[in-house]
């Protein structure tokens, strides 16, 4: 084998390298490429993923935020109705304690209603011995009624007539435009025993409060029933 031969096999085996050398680096830059691609779209993905997940986790705080603010309107509302039915329900209220005040200017029905307090009185006390307590306004027609209503009294429960002592200490009086704040009463009466320990609060404002505590769930429903419907 001459040079020629030597010089054109070499060159021969150098093409055939190069070529497997090329051919090997553009497989090395086709897999290079295929993972950076692969590479890419995982990490797109994992970034559309986070804006979801951003996305979600504000979208739910507006909700939770609106949520909270009709539950907090709402709530509001209710409150405004709740608020307007008591203040119609203590305006019925006082409409009622000012008829009271027309109880005590009827005389004769006035000491018949107070005989009738007393003995009641009398009967769920069941004391031998009473302190009585009204209006100072009262005191004569109280102590009009005193002998037929310890009578009525004995009669019913079965005992002897107690002593009933008028207490100088007296409740107070009608209310009156001049001193609207005041404490007052619009007549009835007070028991109690000797002792103070047992007390009957049996006035015409005590009486009108137990009436208005025992149907406030009739007067409500009639009231109000269009609203809970």
Aim: aromatic share 4%; with cysteine; glycine share 2%.
């Amino acid at each position: 084998m001459n040079d020629a031969d030597v010089s054109k096999q070499i060159q021969q085996m150098v093409r055939f390298i190069r070529q497997e050398a090329e051919e090997k680096a553009n497989e090395i830059s086709v897999s290079a490429e295929e993972e950076f691609n692969i590479e890419k779209l995982q990490l797109v993905e994992a970034e559309k993923k986070k804006i979801r997940q951003e996305y979600e986790r504000k979208d739910k705080q507006v909700q939770v935020r609106k949520k909270i603010e009709y539950s907090m309107q709402l709530n509001a509302s209710r409150i405004k109705v709740l608020q307007a039915q008591d203040d119609l329900v203590n305006s019925m209220k006082e409409v009622g304690s000012k008829e009271l005040l027309n109880v005590s200017q009827n005389h004769n029905g006035y000491k018949h209603l107070l005989k009738d307090l007393v003995v009641q009185s009398l009967l769920r006390l069941k004391e031998p011995s009473v302190l009585l307590r009204c209006r100072k306004e009262d005191v004569r027609l109280v102590e009009s009624v005193l002998d037929s209503a310890k009578e009525e009294y004995a009669e019913k429960a079965k005992v002897h007539q107690p002593e009933i002592i008028v207490d100088s200490v007296h409740l107070p009086p009608a209310p009156s435009p001049a001193n609207e704040h005041a404490h007052f009463c619009s007549g009835g009466v007070v028991l109690a025993s000797r002792d103070g320990k047992i007390v009957f609060e049996n006035t015409l404002d005590a009486r009108l409060d137990v009436v208005f505590r025992k149907k406030l769930p009739e007067i409500r429903k009639q009231l109000f029933a269009h609203v809970a419907a």
